[in-house]
T-cell receptor
């Protein structure tokens, strides 16, 4: 059974810092991995998707990496801003890419 | 706007009632999902439909019955609501044909059972 863990559970940084969020999963037989952000009381916004054959994806200040063999992914946020404050969720899918198994999330606060 | 939409956004009801949540996507996707986010913010798959056919049912009580009238809609009907059903329910969609199966989520329906 796939289990996804995210560390840290919460993180507070000053504006401008670069930061790394971690995600680990127990079953390396994944189809893809998605990073989402969730703002309080809102839905999930897809940030990046990495296929199992890929090593990383970039979008603006965000870079996600995937090491499938070790069951790890990281989300790097460069030059953090207060608007980046949200909960970041990692999710993996398997078996043709259907069901997503979610991690517990990292609650990020970027302070002025 | 191209998106996944859900109605209602909030639903407050008494125990024992029956209620429905509706989901629509205009992204042209062939697969739709229902996820439940509990009070600890943990998200878990409930159902998945591909081309109107049920493909995932994650041991959800049979009081929950999804219905997909067409590829663009996936509704969730809940009978005999219980206190433990209080949660945020998210609908999502994706396209298997696109290859990456990236999932896009609706804004959620916050269900409160009193």
């Amino acid at each position: 059974k796939q289990e996804v863990t995210q560390i840290p559970a919460a993180l507070s940084v000053p504006e401008g810092e670069n930061l790394v969020l971690n995600c680990s999963f127990t079953d390396s037989a994944i189809y893809n991995l998605q990073w989402f952000r969730q703002d309080p009381g809102k839905g999930l916004t897809s940030l990046l998707l990495i296929q199992s054959s890929q090593r990383e994806q970039t979008s603006g200040r965000l870079n996600a990496s995937l090491d499938k063999s070790s069951g790890r992914s990281t989300l790097y946020i460069a030059a953090s801003q207060p608007g980046d404050s949200a909960t970041y969720l990692c999710a993996v899918s398997a078996g043709g890419g259907n069901k997503l198994t979610f991690g517990t999330g990292t609650q990020l606060k970027v302070e002025l | 706007d191209t998106a996944v939409s859900q109605t209602p956004k909030y639903l407050v009801t008494q125990m024992g009632n029956d209620k429905s949540i509706k989901c629509e996507q205009n992204l042209g996707h062939d697969t739709m999902y229902w996820y439940k986010q509990d009070s600890k913010k943990f998200l878990k798959i409930m159902f998945s439909y591909n081309n109107k056919e049920l493909i995932i049912n994650e041991t959800v009580p049979n009081r929950f019955s999804p219905k997909s009238p067409d590829k663009a809609h996936l509704n969730l009907h809940i009978n005999s609501l219980e206190l433990g059903d209080s949660a945020v329910y998210f609908c999502a969609s994706s396209s298997r044909l696109a290859g990456d199966n990236e999932q896009f989520f609706g804004p959620g329906t916050r269900l409160t059972v009193l």
